[in-house]
Nanobody, 131 residues
Framework: QERLVESGGDSVQSGGSLRLSCAAS????????MGWVRQDPGTQREAVAV???????QYAESVKGRFTISQNNAKNGLYLEMNNLKPEDSAMYYC?????????????????????????WGQGTQVTVSS
């Protein structure tokens, strides 16, 4: 059974750091583009970062230079290091996967991973940043 389980969310002050983790079971990470998406209540789910199995990454403009996505293929683990957090980063963060046969490229994976019918997501972990 495919499962994505996130952890590491917390409440921090502006400028703080967090590291999110995702344990992927039932997935062969090499068959998927893996990533993180986030959603604040009342807003659309948005892609934050995506990583290819060769380590190629893509980030949302709003998080470039502050967030780093990484994965451990041997452990089927995905991570998001978040630094210099801002109140606008507050959201539910979801570990996400989109099959390589669907996305075909990291650019397309970034474009669809947050969309219904394309990406698969875990249950989420809450990040709250106070000013």
């Amino acid at each position: 059974q495919e499962r994505l389980v996130e952890s590491g969310g917390d409440s921090v002050q502006s400028g703080g750091s967090l590291r999110l983790s995702c344990a992927a079971s039932g997935y062969s990470i090499n068959s998927y583009y893996m990533g993180w998406v986030r959603q604040d209540p009342g807003t659309q789910r948005e892609a934050v970062a995506v990583i290819d199995s060769d380590g190629t990454t893509q980030y949302a403009e709003s998080v470039k230079g502050r967030f780093t996505i990484s994965q451990n293929n041997a452990k089927n683990g995905l991570y998001l290091e978040m630094n210099n957090l801002k109140p606008e980063d507050s959201a539910m963060y979801y570990c996400a996967a989109v099959h390589r046969a669907i996305a075909m490229s990291i650019n397309r994976a970034f474009g669809v991973i947050a969309q219904e019918g394309f990406g698969k997501w875990g249950q989420g972990t809450q990040v709250t940043v106070s000013s």
